[in-house]
């Protein structure tokens, strides 16, 4: 008889206190593995904005509050500083933008293809030529990838959103030394089961089942697969031509990129 780990058999004891406290305080993907918040998925959408603010021109937005969240998005990559009247370039967004004019995807293309090649310049940029701080920022994010994938293979962690970003929420150590990501995987060995696993417990009889509800509605409303896998994949990319380079074509035919 094949059994599989469930999320109500191992995450037991403190499991409720770290839920409740973190709904209290607001759910934030502390281990971030990719740079995208709730209202910018992709690079995609920077393209265009990047080159305005590179060439001195106001930012296309329909209003001001639009081009004030859209500064706020690119300075979360580290793509731009200042204010959002009158942002400025950084190396890294000046950096990154050449590339992807060179290479062909300073377009406003969300296919795979394209947001996986910008996001490979945005990681190699975020290591050359970026300041300290989001050199760190950057290489944070890529060291935790390298973690889960040496649990479980890059695809069983794209294959499903809430098996995805849950690692991003779950690996936070509360005050009396709690880790509920530590606690799964030291059991499981990595394998966290997947949204049909999760939406069944939080539904369950027990007293976390709300504040669980809220993380995993909070999850499927506030993340998309797109951008965020395509990160994720470009990060796989650079830690396979790291290791195994020869194993490159074959990971870009299995996710259809043309290499």
Known sequence: MMCRVQPDY?????????LEEKQ????????R??????????????VAWLRE?????PLTANTDRTRQQAVSDMKALGLVVGNWTMPEITELGLGSLGLWESLGVAEDDDSDAAEITRDIVLLRQSQTVADDETRT???????????????????????????????????????RG?????AFVGVSGGDIGNTVDWSAWSKAEWSG???????????????????????????????????????????????????
Do not use: K
């Open 137 to 175: 920022y950057y290489a944070a994010m890529y060291q935790r990838w390298g973690r889960i994938v040496a649990m479980r293979p890059a695809d069983y962690w794209l294959e499903d959103l809430t098996r995805m970003m849950l690692p991003s929420y779950l690996d936070q150590t509360d005050c």
């Open 33 to 46: 593995m990719d740079p995208y918040g709730t209202s910018l998925r992709n690079t995609a959408r920077t």
């Open 24 to 31: 209290r305080d607001g759910f934030r993907p502390a281990a």
């Open 53 to 57: 603010v590179r060439d001195g021109r």
């Open 178 to 182: 709690y880790n509920p990501f530590s």
């Open 10 to 18: 191992v995450l037991r004891d403190g499991f409720v206190l770290w």
């Open 209 to 259: 089942g709300q504040a669980l509800d809220a993380l995993l509605s909070y999850i499927s409303s506030n993340h998309r697969p797109g951008g965020s896998a395509a990160f994720r994949r470009a990060m796989e990319a650079l830690r396979v031509t790291a290791s195994a380079p020869q194993s490159l074509p074959a990971l870009l035919d299995r996710w259809e990129i043309p290499s």
